[in-house]
């Protein structure tokens, strides 16, 4: 992932640290590195200290997550049972029993495999065995696609393996170096009572495992599709009525679906193929997962009655997404709040079904010089626990606008007088100022002299001089 | 019609850490260049600056206001300005206090506290920090503040062109009329220049720790901190002259200055109620008996009367008792001290035993030392045993008390690496990026563009380019306060009515707000007491050989002109031993060819960048050799340049040439010594140019040797070195020689125990040693001591003068151990023998950790057949437990493990992977004959080659150095089992390779041979990385830049 977002590293030593700092831990390294005995678990200084071109960098966990499991639907197609490590993300089992059958080969359906993983920017390295930890440890050692014959290749195989190319906990790892024991047989001979003594638990079931003691069944990834009905017209139908009956009549066929898996209805999406070739996307979600059809409904209608479908519908699809059902136990015996959260959410999601996902938004406070760098807009996804506060009186409101808007050139010395905001508002009589904003010289240099006018008119301008744009403009008024 | 003019009363430095992002000098340059009347230097909490400020406003003479903005304990914070010298003593106290309570790099003071002190100062109490402008009225404080300062207390007014400030001043005005304060107006300075806006705020994030990105509004909004104009601080405040006006008022009074500082330096208790000049001449005499018992010659006498009555006329007399005191408590601790500097030019300092060096018999320069003329402190340096030197400190601060004695400062300031990695961080780039970066960066040079391409980044993004910018502005600028190595004022008045003294971060030290500058320019005395590695060589080894051998040595009872002493120095066999042991040396040596003691004075002071850069080596050694006939440019100059066969050597060689050839008084020619050590900066020579070469030229000396004469000055302007410097390094190399040559086990014992000091690795040490015939025996848990000791050879154990010896070697050096873990381990072995690997464990309570790092050393050798079946036994021992508990027991029977025992390559990479060492061998020993099978050969073997010969050779890298006045000329010193090999890279071959040479610790080299007088040297014109099937570990290279 970290040579995906780095393409120029590719030939460097290069490697992926727990936090973006020199004592940060390698997690994992490529290929170059390795071969500079630059190994997971060091330090990267230390790291650097071995070879000063070594990249690094962080990549979040919940990246790493979500492209563990995007890789896990992409496995999928190659086979119905696939588990992905949960120690270490990037390591996957695919049941390929009985592909024999179907593919001229099992190394060929891993060749198939790793082509399709290589075309999403992976390299893979593919060991097709007979024993869970065997074709591990091949996978960790081997390059392209290994497929063993037979068991006993797999175990001449797997001794061979260095101890250095498994996940070896650093300390573990390096010890076992120094009492001269490089592979996995030199490993497997060592006492089991003695291994376990000085290296602890871990290392035992690697001891374990070598020896083919440890065994433990695939436990393929439980995959929850979405589930889709679909609809097409013969004629084009532009009655959105019978669109809005239709949908009814699919979320009465999925709803004892959803309650069998014990989910709540999420998200809807449709989409809706015009007969001009364009299509249409919607969704929305209710206030709370739920399998409420009327609540559905209701929130269905406010949003068909916001849209316009500009030509006839040739093809319906609607996807429900659901989420495991929360428990609500514990509010039976909660207090009742004087306010009434649940009124809001649905009150919110009306008006999210109405008028847009994006409708309702909160602001919040950012530490910033620049007025605009103050607050920002956010979409609200939950309703905020309500908290008091101190209410300060306010003396005066000043309306922001989002963006300044420019104001007409004008000579600040004219015969009528200063008429920053043209004729009609008549010649500016009152200044506060000048206040002076300058800054983000690192990035995008800004420098603004702001001023409080008063126009003839009598409005209050909040109004600056951009000396880069040389222009003045019209930041906000005071009511 | 010209703007009002007003005085700026709220500046702050670079000295205000991480604050402002000015010099104090560029302040008063900018102030003097704008125009202004005065400007106040109230740096926060501190007056770190004044001293550089009041320097050069001295020089521009330009008026100067001191002052501190202080910080209160609840956090609001008050300007104070001294009026005189009252108020600043008082400063400096109410400073000390809070520093004193506070941690380090904070202060606190109370309300209450500066009312005690109000007097001589004027307080300016403003800004937005103030209590003046909180929401809460400071009704109370108002009060007491006004009660304390009278018409002293004024409001101050602070504008930056911010919105926020108008309600904040609206506030204060209101208060100020309630409370009858008087309106200065002002503005908060951090910069001389606007541009320096951006470092600003690099600062400010460092101080906040926090990047740009996420600093908000902890930097400020604008660039309105600058020193403003007159004219653009007339129309900051246009609506109130009347407050611009009152900041000259306030300058108008203060009157006080730096230079009203009067010093007086601390009188010693005296025994029969004579004063110090009495007893400093009793003392004197009486040094000078002992010194020459067999009579003080008549020279020695009439120079001891000159030097005394100079002495009394300046009124030092209390600060050469002061040494004497501390020298006598030396020797009463049983210290090694010795007084080196400019100090070895007195015969009173050598008659006190203050030094060791006889000036009269040397001829040294008494007006280096000391001058009527220029009336500025004596400088005497004492060079303590390095490990007990602490002990002297803690008698000083006894002595003294806190109040009078206080350790002089030592700013530390960002350079290359620290300032690319702080920048790097603030700008928001990765900090592993930022590290590779600082990696590349030479650690004194310049940040330049090759050095973001090398590291993988485009110099011409306008990150980067601010990267290179920043990086290069921020270099030199003060970070936070240390402490000088060893440097002390000494005030007869308490220190802290001087300059304020806050806590050091070493326990039991405090320091004052000045470092040694700052002290040399207001011409205040400074005690220095520097830690010396090899006086603490000299002192273990004296031990030892009295231990091991029943023989009392000492620095004075060493035999003096011992033969195979100076023909082993004449071979460059030096290696350990004091200032003749570099490579440089080494090398010199061979051709300098030294016979006795004053041959070593000219070696330790001609293979200096100054003689080098001057061009005097070559000649000298010429003359030396005879190849070149010994003249001088003017008979005049006979009696000065003899000595050094008429080529000038010396710092005092330059200024009696100045004196004699030139007719400068002594007093003007320690004026031209200091010039010369200033040139770079204030150009100063220059003012000698004209007057030495002239009036050389006038006494009949050819133009072409006085333009010669004042090229060498330049050279030792900064490089030079004193002929007393040397002559009292020369003594202590001349002792550690003879150690290194009659005692060789004794010598590495003490050196490898005095470690880390001098210019090699231990492991690099030890090799020599065994070439040198020396036995070393590796650490054994059995017999080790902490520290290395020596042992007799044989069955038969005994001292005696001839007693064969061996170096057993110290469990100081198993990477890791603790000395408290090696206590236990001593103490435990000491009630029975370890009979196990378990029963060492559990006796001296060691956990398995340490255990296996004793048995990868090697340590454990008699309870396994090997050091991997002691590996295995260690790794089972568990958690230390207490003693008591006895032997730990194993849970069952455990099956056996068989492991392979090491290789010889294996046995030397453990060594020093586990204890930077090996008794047992080098690591290139056991690669030798694949080394040779590719044609490359050893150290020894290479030195045979014929001069101008190619030759490739392959060792182990452990110096590097790129001397700044060698053209980018890079030395290395390879190392393989039989030797040393000094390998030259001219600069073009250096950029060529200069990744490999930087990085690379064992490195080939393919070059020509230089042969010359026996010195042979390898200059390189490729350098590559050896192939062989086993690569030896990496080695500790010692780079020097």
């Not at chain 2, 010093?263 to 003392?283: I, N, Q």
């Not at chain 2, 010659?297 to 009555?309: D, H, I, N, R, T």
Request: hydrophobic fraction near 40%.
């Amino acid at each position: 992932m970290l040579l995906r977002q780095h393409p120029d590293w590719r030939g460097l030593p290069a490697a992926v640290v727990d936090r973006d700092k020199p004592q940060g831990e390698l997690l994992w390294v490529n290929e170059h590195a390795r071969a500079l005995r630059i190994l997971p678990g060091m330090r990267y200084a230390a790291g650097l200290g071995v070879c000063r071109a070594l990249r690094a960098g962080t990549v979040p966990e919940e990246d790493i997550q979500s492209q563990v499991a995007a890789l896990v639907r992409q496995l999928s197609q190659a086979s119905p049972r696939v588990e992905a490590s949960q120690e270490e993300p990037g390591v996957f089992w695919l049941d390929a029993d009985g592909f024999e059958f179907l593919y001229p080969s099992l190394r060929q359906w891993g060749e198939g495999l790793r082509r399709q993983l290589r075309r999403l920017g992976f390299e893979a390295v593919i060991a097709i065995g007979f024993t869970r930890f065997g074709s591990y440890a091949a996978a960790r050692a081997g390059r392209g696609v290994q497929a063993f014959e037979s068991p006993q290749q797999e175990e001449a195989q797997l001794r061979q393996v260095p101890l250095d190319r498994l996940g070896l906990a650093p300390r573990v790892r390096d010890r076992l170096a120094k009492l001269g024991l490089h592979t996995l047989g030199a490993f497997a001979t060592l006492p089991e009572g003695g291994v376990r003594r000085r290296f602890g638990v871990e290392a035992q079931k690697l001891h374990q495992a070598v020896r083919g003691l440890e065994w433990a069944p695939l436990c393929p990834e439980q995959l929850t599709e979405p589930l889709v009905r679909r609809q097409l017209f013969e004629l084009p139908e532009v009655d959105a009525e019978r669109l809005l009956f239709l949908l009814q009549s699919f979320l009465s066929e999925l709803l004892p679906t959803l309650a069998q898996r014990h989910e709540g209805i999420a998200r809807l999406q449709w989409v809706l193929q015009l007969e001009d070739g364009s299509a249409h996307e919607e969704e929305l979600s209710p206030a709370q997962p739920t399998r409420d059809e009327a609540e559905l409904l209701s929130l269905l209608r406010l949003r068909f009655e916001a849209i316009r479908i500009e030509s006839g519908v040739v093809e319906l699809q609607l996807r429900v997404h659901g989420v495991a059902e929360q428990a609500e136990q514990s509010t039976l015996f909660a207090e009742a709040p004087k306010r009434n959260p649940e009124a809001a959410r649905r009150a919110f999601a009306q008006l999210r079904a109405e008028f847009g996902n994006e409708v309702v938004q909160h602001t919040r406070l950012h530490e910033g010089h620049l007025p605009e760098a103050q607050f920002a807009w956010e979409v609200c996804e939950e309703l905020p626990v309500a908290r008091a506060s101190e209410v300060r009186p306010i003396p005066l409101i000043r309306r922001i606008y989002t963006p300044p808007q420019a104001l007409p050139p004008r000579p600040r010395h004219e015969p009528d007088g200063w008429l920053i905001a043209g004729h009609r508002e008549g010649p500016v009589e009152e200044v506060h100022g000048p206040f002076l904003l300058s800054g983000g010289w690192w990035l995008r240099e800004t420098a603004r002299t702001y001023s409080y006018v008063r126009t003839r008119s009598g409005r209050w301008l909040w109004v600056y001089h951009d000396r880069f744009r040389r222009r003045w403009m019209l930041h906000g008024e005071l009511e | 019609m010209l703007a009002p003019s007003y005085v700026p009363l709220w500046c702050k430095s670079q000295y205000s850490f991480l604050e402002g992002a000015s010099d104090p000098a560029e302040l008063v340059e900018e102030a003097h260049r704008l125009g202004l009347p005065a400007l106040a230097l109230t740096d926060r909490d501190g007056v770190y600056g004044v001293v550089r400020a009041h320097v050069r406003a001295r020089e521009l003479g330009f008026p100067l206001l001191l002052g501190s903005q202080l910080t209160l304990h609840d956090g609001s914070s008050l300007l104070l300005l001294a009026q005189d010298r009252s108020g600043w003593a008082s400063l400096c106290r109410l400073i000390s206090a809070g520093r004193l309570r506070s941690p380090k790099g904070s202060s606190k003071v109370g309300w209450e506290e500066i009312c005690e002190h109000a007097a001589g100062l004027i307080a300016l109490w403003g800004g937005s920090e103030s209590a003046l402008v909180h929401p809460r009225a400071p009704d109370g404080v108002a009060d007491v503040l006004r009660d304390a300062f009278g018409d002293r207390l004024y409001a101050l007014l602070a504008r930056h062109r911010e919105a926020r400030e108008v309600a904040l001043e609206r506030r204060l005005r209101a208060r100020a009329a309630r409370y009858g304060l008087p309106l200065v107006a002002g503005s908060e300075v951090l910069y001389h220049l606007r541009r320096r806006r951006a470092l600003q705020d690099v600062l400010t994030c460092i101080r906040h720790g926090v990047s740009l990105a996420t600093a908000g509004r902890r930097i400020h909004p604008n660039d309105e901190r600058v020193l403003h104009s007159p004219e653009a601080f007339a129309l900051l405040y246009q609506d109130d002259p009347e407050a611009v006006r009152r900041s000259l008022e306030v300058a108008e009074r203060c009157r006080f200055s730096l230079a009203d500082i009067h010093y007086r330096y601390p009188s010693e208790k005296l025994p029969d109620g004579r004063d110090s000049a009495e007893h400093l001449r009793t003392l004197t005499l009486q040094g000078a008996r002992k010194r020459y018992p067999e009579g003080v010659p008549f020279e020695v006498s009439a120079q001891l009367e000159k030097e005394l009555g100079v002495i009394h006329q300046l009124e030092y007399d209390g600060y050469f008792l002061t040494m004497y005191e501390i020298v006598r408590e030396c020797r009463r601790r049983g210290i090694l001290a010795q007084g080196r500097g400019s100090a070895a030019n007195s015969a009173v300092c050598y008659c006190l035993d203050i030094t060791a060096v006889d000036p009269v018999r040397m001829g040294l320069l008494f007006e280096r030392f000391l001058s009527v003329e220029r009336a500025e402190p004596p400088d005497i340096d004492l060079d303590i045993e390095h490990d007990r030197r602490e002990e002297i400190i803690q008698h000083v601060y006894q002595k003294y008390g806190r109040k009078h004695a206080a350790m002089v400062a030592n700013f530390i300031r960002y350079r290359a690496r620290s300032a690319v990695r702080e920048v790097g961080k603030v700008l928001g780039i990765p900090e592993v990026t930022v590290d590779r970066l600082a990696r590349l960066a030479s650690p004194y040079g310049g940040f330049e563009d090759q050095v973001l391409i090398d590291a993988g980044l485009d110099p011409t993004q306008p990150v980067n380019r601010s990267l290179i910018q920043l990086t290069r502005e921020i270099q030199d600028v003060p970070r936070h306060l240390s402490i000088h190595p060893g440097g002390f004022l000494l005030g007869h008045e308490p220190v802290h009515d001087l300059v304020p003294i806050e806590n050091a971060s070493m326990e039991g030290r405090t320091v004052i707000q000045w470092d040694k500058e700052d002290i040399e320019d207001l011409n205040l005395f400074k005690v220095d007491l520097l830690g010396l590695g090899a006086l603490n060589v000299l002192h273990r080894c004296f031990d030892l050989v009295r231990e091991a051998r029943g023989v009392e040595l000492d620095l004075a009872t060493i035999p003096p002109q011992d033969e195979p002493t100076f023909e082993m120095i004449r071979a460059g066999d030096t290696m350990g031993t004091f200032q003749i042991e570099s490579r440089a040396q080494m090398a010199m040596l061979p051709r300098m060819k030294p016979r006795n003691y004053y041959d070593l004075v000219i070696e330790i002071s001609i293979v200096r960048p100054g003689p080098i850069s001057g061009g005097m080596v070559h000649p000298y050694l010429r003359r030396r050799q005879g190849l070149e006939e010994v003249s001088y440019p003017h008979p005049s100059l006979e009696p000065v340049l003899k000595r050094t066969l008429g080529i000038p050597i010396f710092q005092e060689q330059v200024m009696r040439l100045a004196v004699v050839a030139a007719d400068y008084t002594p007093g003007e020619a320690d004026q031209l010594r200091r010039d010369m050590a200033a040139w770079r900066q204030s150009g100063r020579i220059d003012r000698h140019r004209d007057r030495l070469i002239s009036r050389m030229v006038r006494k009949g000396i050819a133009r072409e040797f006085a333009e010669q004469v004042f090229q060498q000055i330049l050279g030792f302007g900064e490089y030079g070195f004193p002929e007393s410097h040397a002559a009292s390094f020369a003594l202590i190399a001349y002792a550690t020689a003879w150690l290194k040559r009659h005692e060789p086990e004794a010598f590495l014992c003490g050196l490898l125990n005095a470690q880390p000091m001098g210019f090699y690795s231990p492991s690099t040490l030890i090799s020599d040693s065994k070439r040198h015939g020396v036995v070393l025996r590796p650490i054994d848990v059995r017999a080790s001591d902490w520290d290395c000791t020596l042992e007799p050879m044989g069955a038969r154990a005994g001292a005696g003068a001839t007693t064969p010896l061996a170096v057993r070697m110290g469990l100081r050096y198993i990477k890791g151990l603790h000395r408290a873990q090696a206590d236990r381990l001593l103490e435990a072995r000491a009630q029975a023998c370890f009979s196990s690997v378990q029963d060492l464990a559990a006796r001296a309570r060691l956990d398995e950790g340490m255990t296996a790092r004793l048995a990868q050393a090697g340590a454990l050798a008699g309870f396994a057949e090997h050091r991997r079946d002691a590996l295995w036994q260690s790794l089972a021992v568990e958690a230390p437990r207490d003693a008591r508990s006895g032997q730990l027991a194993l849970d069952g029977a455990e099956m056996p493990a068989r492991f392979e025992g090491l290789d010889p390559f294996e046995q030397v990479e453990w060594d020093h992977l586990s204890s930077s060492h090996s008794c047992r061998g080098h690591p290139l020993s056991s690669m030798r004959a694949e080394l040779q099978a590719q044609g490359l050969p050893d150290a020894v073997q290479l030195r045979q080659l014929e001069h101008g010969s190619e030759a490739h050779y392959a060792g182990l890298v452990i110096c590097r150095q790129r001397p700044g006045t060698a053209g980018g000329v890079v030395f290395m010193t390879l190392e393989d089992e039989t030797g040393l090999v000094n390998v030259v890279l001219w600069d073009r071959v250096y950029q060529q390779h200069k990744v490999v040479a930087k990085t690379e610790s064992f490195l080939g080299i393919s070059g020509s041979i230089q042969s010359d007088a026996g010195v042979v040297h390898l200059i390189a014109k490729k350098l590559w990385v050896p192939r062989l099937s086993q690569v030896p570990g990496k080695a500790r290279s010692r780079d020097f830049h």
